[in-house]
């Protein structure tokens, strides 16, 4: 039972566009979500990161957007970079004590940015 | 320097072999875990840990066990290897109130 999915597993857009990354989930005790990049022959890297309690965070190109009625999150790139390019995973989490870190990945969305 | 490293970065072994891979972190962070990739299936937490005292089950521990040697050192040992735990394999760790984990560089292993 994959409860993160990343549904499209790449997407392809030119330098300066905006790329929007989805990502679906079906735990409603889930309330913390990350967004994670991963080059290749490294390990995934922390992008940005959001609380239940809030429907945007943003810093500086990237934006995530929560609609927890949809159970629903995006990252947004504006404006796209060749650099973005690497394999962009989503995880989400449910409230801490115990919990803390138990991340459920989804399976990755490789983003290609073209000059 | 890297914070969080991982040993070997890459390994070739046969069905049946005992392979430990190993975890060491200087973040000063309680939490440790171990994951796996797989081609289309995304992280999977194998074993994670609150302190030295405190090892836990992931999703995926069959086949695996885990030692905390030190708030800073993290092992996983597969006790006998097989091919489908042919994966890249991820520690990561975390500290405080947040949820965020930050993971070491990765080690390749494949299972013949």
């Known amino acids: 039972d994959q409860q993160v999915k990343q549904n499209s597993p790449s997407l392809s857009v030119q330098e300066g566009r905006i790329s929007i990354l989805n990502c679906d989930y079906t735990?409603?005790?889930?309330?913390?979500f990350l967004w994670y990049k991963k080059y290749p022959a490294e390990g995934p890297t922390f992008l940005i990161s959001?609380?239940?309690?809030?429907d945007k965070n943003e810093d500086g190109r990237f934006t995530v957007f929560l609609n927890k009625s949809a159970k629903h999150l995006s990252l947004h790139i504006v404006p796209s970079q060749p650099g973005d390019s690497a394999v962009y995973f989503c995880?989400?989490?449910?409230?801490?004590?115990?919990?803390?870190?138990?991340?459920?990945f989804g399976q990755g969305t490789i983003l290609t940015v073209h000059p | 320097d890297a914070d969080v490293t991982q040993t070997p970065r890459n390994r070739i072994t046969k069905t049946g072999k005992r392979i430990m891979l190993e975890c060491s972190q200087t973040?000063?962070?309680?939490?440790m875990y171990w994951y796996r990739q797989d081609p289309g299936l995304g992280l999977r937490l194998i074993y994670y840990?609150?302190?030295?005292?405190?090892?836990n089950k992931g999703e995926i521990s069959d086949g695996y066990s885990v030692s905390r040697q030190a708030q800073a050192k993290f092992s996983l040992s597969l006790e006998s290897a097989i091919p489908n735990q042919t994966a890249l394999y991820f520690c990561?760790?975390?500290?405080?109130?947040?949820?965020?984990?930050?993971f070491g560089p990765g080690t390749r292993l494949t299972v013949l």
């Open positions: 995880a989400a989490s449910p409230a801490g004590g115990t919990s803390y870190g138990k991340l459920t």
């Open positions: 735990n409603s005790m889930f309330d913390y």
């Open positions: 959001i609380s239940s309690i809030k």
């Open positions: 973040k000063g962070h309680d939490r």
């Open positions: 840990s609150f302190d030295v005292k405190d090892i």
């Open positions: 990561a760790t975390g500290g405080g109130s947040t949820d965020t984990q930050y």
